[in-house]
């Protein structure tokens, strides 16, 4: 006689390929540890059912590495030819395939969630009227909790779970909600975009979002509430007044007979209640007890019990790893964890959480435990040998990790690193970076180089708020940089042109250069594609361009050449002047290291114009564009003619345009510079012409994309044309 838990591991193992039981690498559900949480079980209540089954030949177990799980080779199991045919003649609950609905974005792997029929009802009665917030304490199971309030909702709507983490902002949430479609950054564009859509959003671990990034969460969020049709789901370790439009949900303890599930049939039912209510009927409680433990007498502490019982049994090097992974921001791959070697021990006693095969975390419960547990001398030097650690791994977050431990152990050193890696933030998660300077601004006050360091790092982000508060702690040329950014980000032109002199005058001839190269490109670019230069417009950039010194300017000068050719051919060929479009072309191919690409960039560009202007076919033009993009060696050069192409063909082409747009690079692929971010505004502006179901939210995204790149004319004139349509 199969038991239903026997059924239950079978089903769970079912659901995996033959061709798994050959393979070296094997994924984490069907080692011990992931069949119990993918069941929700106690793991000590597998051991009978899987020895029973394996005696009945219905399974089989065998030594494989777990992906993720270290370099020792496990125990893991697979169903035999003789338990799938079991499944499908005997069993009528699990034989049959039952029909599931794909949760987007990284839910919990759980197959059953035990008990919480009546809470589930509740909030799907709350979520008929608005948004929810599900908290309790740590280890009380609100994610599974509300993964199977999902796995309902998901039967008649798209249900998009992400998890947040310390270095979380909105943009990152939406990303993992929406992992399959380039979406906007800018809030009110994302609200557009979901204006129509009925889909359930959840944010797992919302209380783990920092001071720096939660106003403009909380403003998503409040914004997406006054749209009837979405609803999110937030669960958080405590309740809070924040998130006003939503209704607030306390899970509280599990009831006892789910609790008596979750410890097996293996025991008296008698024994698994004891355990059940001394440990609170508190559902992580309960997955690590071990029949070896001794349970406490009563409920009344379940951190004592953790604290006493479970951390105590561990080896004094176990301790100081379990206290080097609590003081971890953010999950790390496992294979990149101070603590990779011993992975799999840690596991098996499910003091982790997973999020798949590879990234991992400590158990919050435990984490609290130990970080409680900790003097600020012991937290300083635990900070210093993670950054050790992280300071010689090339994974991605590698760096952003480094940076955080190191700002929590040798604060003059963090902002003496960074300041010499300012100019290089594209290498960086800047919603990483913005939360650790943040953080180390709030534990050491507004220090001048930190306080400028968070502007420049708000710079790049577009966040003109940060940058405006940060300005009572600058002087000197700091603040008259910031200034002069902040002017430009909010398109104060008359207010640049007034700053700029005091600018250069402390700059090198090369820094002067770069400068007014960056404010001549901001000029011509100011335009709508297509359009003319004006006389004005074509004055003041060879105004700036006539103050770069070129004779000052050591062996950086053929760049600076370069750049002001470029401009200079840009405005021949906006302005049809083909003539002087080609002398240019022939002044920079005399010049022997120039790099070809320039050349056919410049070239390719004039075809274009020259089709527009009615003297090349298109025929002609499309063979020249598709020859020439695949020579030029800087994809966002080749991707910006491409796109340069679609905009010319919009006029005419509609359907040749749509389908050459589904083909460029999306903007989110190349490294934030100025020139991409202005690729990104004329992409999202031709979507809002090809894409009429998302216009507006296109529309929306351009302009604030051009107002980032300083193109304040275009923006103006883009947010007219945006509020007709609204």
């Known amino acids: 006689m199969v038991s239903k838990a026997q059924l239950r591991i079978l089903a769970w193992l079912n659901k995996h390929p033959e061709s798994l039981e050959t393979s070296w690498d094997v994924t984490r559900e069907v080692s011990l540890p992931g069949i119990a949480e993918g069941l929700g079980v106690v793991r000590s209540a597998l051991n009978l059912p899987l020895s029973k089954l394996e005696r009945s030949e219905l399974i089989f177990k065998r030594m494989a590495h777990v992906v993720g799980g270290g370099s020792r080779r496990r125990q893991i199991y697979h169903i035999t030819p003789k338990g799938r045919a079991h499944l499908e003649e005997n069993d009528v609950d699990f034989s049959k395939h039952r029909t599931t609905f794909e949760i987007v974005g990284n839910p919990p792997i759980i197959d059953e969630i035990f008990g919480r029929k009546k809470e589930r009802e509740k909030c799907l009665e709350i979520l008929n009227e608005k948004s929810l917030l599900v908290s309790g304490m740590p280890g009380i199971g609100k994610s599974a909790f509300v993964l199977s309030l999902c796995q309902e909702l998901a039967q008649k709507n798209t249900v998009r779970w992400a998890v947040a983490d310390q270095f979380s902002d909105y943009n990152t949430i939406t990303s993992s909600w929406y992992l399959d479609e380039l979406f906007p950054s800018d809030i009110d564009s994302i609200c557009l975009k979901l204006q129509n859509s009925e889909d359930i959003l959840v944010i797992d671990d919302i209380n783990l ?74 559902p992580l409680a309960l997955k690590l007890y071990q029949p070896e433990y001794n349970v406490p007498e009563s409920s009344s502490n379940v951190i004592e019990y953790v604290e006493n019982v479970v951390l105590n049994g561990l080896s004094k090097q176990q301790k100081v790893m379990i206290s080097n992974l609590s003081l971890e921001p953010v999950m790390i791959e496992a294979k990149n964890s101070i603590i990779a070697e011993e992975i799999d021990f840690f596991d098996e006693q499910n003091l982790v959480r997973w999020d798949g095969d590879r990234f991992f975390e400590l158990q919050y419960l ?25 300071l010689i791994q090339e994974s991605k977050g590698a760096k952003e990790n480094y940076f955080y431990h190191l700002s929590r152990s040798n ?13 290089r ?49 600058l002087n000197g040329d700091e603040l008259l940089e910031m200034q002069f950014v902040l002017a430009q980000i909010e398109g104060r032109t008359e207010d640049c042109e007034q700053m700029l002199d005091d600018v250069l005058q402390n700059q090198t001839p090369l820094e002067k250069a770069r400068t007014l190269i960056l404010v001549a490109s901001q000029t011509l670019e100011d335009r709508l594609p297509s359009s003319p230069v004006s006389k004005k417009v074509e004055q003041k950039i060879e105004n700036y361009l006539k103050q770069i010194e070129l004779k000052e300017i050591g062996q950086e000068r053929q760049s600076i050449i370069v750049a002001i050719s470029l401009i200079k051919h840009s405005i021949a060929i906006a302005n049809n002047n083909f003539a002087t479009g080609l002398e240019i072309i022939e002044s920079l191919s005399n010049i022997g290291s120039i790099d070809d690409s320039i050349i056919i960039h410049l070239q390719t560009k004039e075809a274009i114009a020259e089709y527009l202007f009615g003297t090349k076919t298109l025929e002609q033009v499309t063979n020249f564009v598709e020859a020439n993009c695949q020579q030029i060696d800087n994809l966002l050069m080749a991707e910006s003619l491409k796109l340069r192409f679609v905009e010319v063909l919009l006029a005419d082409n509609i359907e040749a345009a749509k389908t050459r747009f589904n083909q460029l690079t999306k903007p989110d692929n190349f490294t934030r510079s100025n020139t991409s971010i202005r690729y990104s505004a004329r992409w999202w502006l031709v979507h809002s012409k090809i894409f009429s179901s998302s216009s507006k939210s296109s529309l929306r995204e351009s302009l604030m994309k051009f107002r980032e790149a300083g193109c304040g004319n275009v923006a103006a004139e883009l947010e007219s044309k945006f509020h007709t349509q609204v």
């Open 366 to 390: 435990i984490r609290n435990v130990s970080r409680s547990n900790m003097s600020e001398d012991e937290r300083k030097a635990i900070h210093e040998t993670l950054a050790a650690h992280w």
């Open 209 to 282: 979002v920092s001071q720096r990034h939660i106003d403009s969460l909380q403003e998503l969020v409040g914004k997406l509430c006054d749209i009837s049709k979405v609803r999110l789901i937030l669960i958080s370790r405590e309740s809070s007044g924040s998130f006003q439009d939503l209704s607030n949900f306390k899970l509280d303890a599990l009831d006892l007979t789910s609790c008596c599930a979750m410890l097996g049939e293996h025991t008296d039912k008698s024994n698994r209640e004891n355990i059940a209510k001394s440990l609170g009927n508190h």
């Open 411 to 423: 604060t003059s050193n963090f902002i003496s690193q960074l300041s010499e890696q300012i100019y």
């Open 425 to 473: 933030l594209e290498d960086f998660d800047t919603a990483a970076l913005a939360t650790v300077v943040s953080d180390s601004i709030y534990h050491n006050g507004p220090e001048k180089n930190l306080v400028y360091i968070e502007s420049k790092i708000a710079q790049q982000r577009f966040e003109p708020a940060i940058i405006r508060k940060n300005l009572d702690h």
